[in-house]
């Protein structure tokens, strides 16, 4: 696996791509991305049809741009650490929405973002998820927690300072994001059913599938920003299991 710097005329001095540390294996590499910012400095060729489409599709301008950056920055990343060039990778979803190269290379990968702010993950032998949102009030908090927290989450959550409500919250949703999109399920599973904890720590989480079970390494992340984030890894088996439990007819 290369280095892992941009090619071309990206350079990643420029504030607006950082790499993000994290406690979880040295080969696994996460970035941080202001998605303004890299839409300022870096000229968004190299997309496919489908990226431009998609882009095309959103009413609001800034968030085509925004997703057209995150979507740049997300192939200038892979193509550097498969030594190939950015518009030569064809990148689809599978029946479960989650990304994979369609050569069938090894390299896992995963991007999310929320608002200007985006988060890009990529591991060499392991599945990735990651998940980021910017701190905002949250809409129906209450029945939302209700409905997706198991009760000892949903106790921290309630128990948090009323100024640190929001982001408890956010910290916790994040965290099963990251866990479902590793084992590549989606909306599949129940997020109540996977007990992630409202702390910034790193732990192994069970997934139980019928009868049975597997486990996710997952840490929240240290952003260069105030938004809250969180990557987790899942082994082949435990992706295996899931997605057999929830593959759709």
Known sequence: MSSF??????????????????DLSADVRLW???????????SLDGLDAGEHARAARMAVGRDAQRYRASRHALRQLLASALDRLP???????????????ADGSSLHFNLSHSGHEGLIGVSPDRAIGVDIEVVHPVVDAVPLARAHFTDDELAAWSGAAERLRDRTFLTCWTRKEACVKALGVGLSALPASIEVGCKSDLRAVGVSFGMGRCEVALQSLRLPSDAVAAVALAGSEAVRQARRRFRQP
């Open 5 to 22: 710097a941009l090619g071309g005329n990206a350079e990643m001095n420029g504030g607006w791509l950082e790499p993000v540390p994290h």
């Open 32 to 42: 941080w991305v202001d998605l303004d910012g890299y839409a300022s400095a870096i």
């Open 87 to 101: 518009e030569t990778l064809v990148i689809e979803t599978d029946e479960f929405g989650k990304p994979h190269f």
